[in-house]
C-alpha cells in the first residue's frame, strides 16, 4: 500500500509481525468438576455443557417442552443471551446450525424432570447469566482451577477425542459449523453407528456419575 502511493521508509530491517503464542488452556479432570458442582444450583447445567456440549444461552434458553421423543431428544432452539446488561431471549441460536436436536442421556432427563415445575414453558435451568458463569468460575477458583463455564464445551470435545469418538458426530453434537449432516430442525434416528458413538460418550459420563455417588459412601 505505501509503494502504491509513492512512500518509500527506506528501513534497515523487514517490519515483523510479532507471532502470535499459543497458550494451552489445562482443564480440571471432569470427575473432579462433577464432585466441585455436585448439590449446587448449577450442578445440572454444568452436566448440560460437559455432557451434550451446550453453550450457557442456549442452556439458559432450554424450555421442558424442549424435551422430545419421551425423554429421549432434546431440542436445542433458541438463546437467552446477556448484553448491555440485560438478558435477551432469541428464537434461535448463534448460528443456524447451532439449532439442532440431540440424544438426551436418561441421566439428565431424570434430573430434568426432577426439578419442580408447573408448565412445559418454564425454563429448565432458571438461573441468570452472571449468577452462572461467576458461580461457576468461584466454585472453581475456590478448588484451584482456573476455568470458564464455556471451558466445558472443551472438555465435551477433549473427552470425545480421547475416546475416538469421530469428528463429525463430536461437531453434529456441539453445533460446531461442519458440512456433514446436523440434527436441525427434525428428529431422526439414530444410525447405528450414531448409537454406538452417543453410547460411548453416555457410558463415560454415566461412570463418571456412579463414580461420584461412590465416594459419599
Known sequence: MLSYHDVDLRLKKKIVCPRVRRKIKTLAPA??????????????????????SLRI????????????ENGQ???VQREIVYTGGKDVLNEYNKTDISTRVIPLPQTLYKMITAQSHKSDDEYIVPLGYNCLYKGFRRLMAEAGFKMSFHNLRAMFATISNALKIPDNYIQSIG????????YKHYIRELTSEEQKYQAQINGYFSGLLKENQGSDD
Open 31 to 52: 470427575l473432579t468438576v462433577i464432585n466441585i458442582v455436585k448439590g449446587t444450583e448449577f450442578e445440572l447445567a454444568c452436566l448440560l455443557a460437559m455432557w451434550l
Open 57 to 68: 444461552g442456549e442452556i439458559r434458553g432450554l424450555r421442558y417442552s424442549d424435551i422430545m
Open 73 to 75: 431428544f432434546l431440542a
Open 175 to 182: 453445533g460446531w459449523s461442519n458440512p456433514t449432516t446436523m
